[in-house]
Nanobody, 113 residues
Framework: QVQTVESGGGLVQPGGSLTLSCVLSGPIANEYGMAWYRQAPGKQREPIAVIAGFTTNYADSVKGRFTISRDNAKKTLYLQMKSLKPEDTAVYYC????????WGQGTQVTVSS
């Protein structure tokens, strides 16, 4: 059963910004630790941002440019992305930090001029 619905992706120019959303339903909505992942063409899916309570961690590739946050009342996970680069082009997913829940469809982010 899919418990995540990602949205907010699109085509953006280098240096631009996007905010992704992930609506959570079912048991995953109560998970303490959540994360954003991305999968670029020809590459494995990788975690890029994790939130657990008030603690956040980021992959070096996005540190200082991306911000993960969560609204428990809205059961929604967010990823604010700024200073986007072509290498950020990927399909973005959310999941728990163990990555053991079913994957949603993801949302495509394309950074290109």
């Amino acid at each position: 059963q899919v418990q995540t619905v990602e949205s907010g992706g699109g085509l953006v120019q280098p240096g631009g910004s996007l905010t992704l959303s992930c609506v959570l339903s079912g048991p995953i909505a109560n998970e303490y630790g959540m994360a954003w992942y991305r999968q670029a063409p020809g590459k494995q899916r990788e975690p890029i941002a994790v939130i657990a309570g008030f603690t956040t961690n980021y992959a070096d590739s996005v540190k200082g440019r991306f911000t993960i946050s969560r609204d428990n009342a809205k059961k929604t996970l967010y990823l604010q992305m700024k200073s986007l680069k072509p290498e950020d082009t990927a399909v973005y997913y959310c999941n728990n930090r163990q990555a053991d829940a079913s994957w949603g469809q993801g949302t495509q982010v394309t950074v290109s001029s």
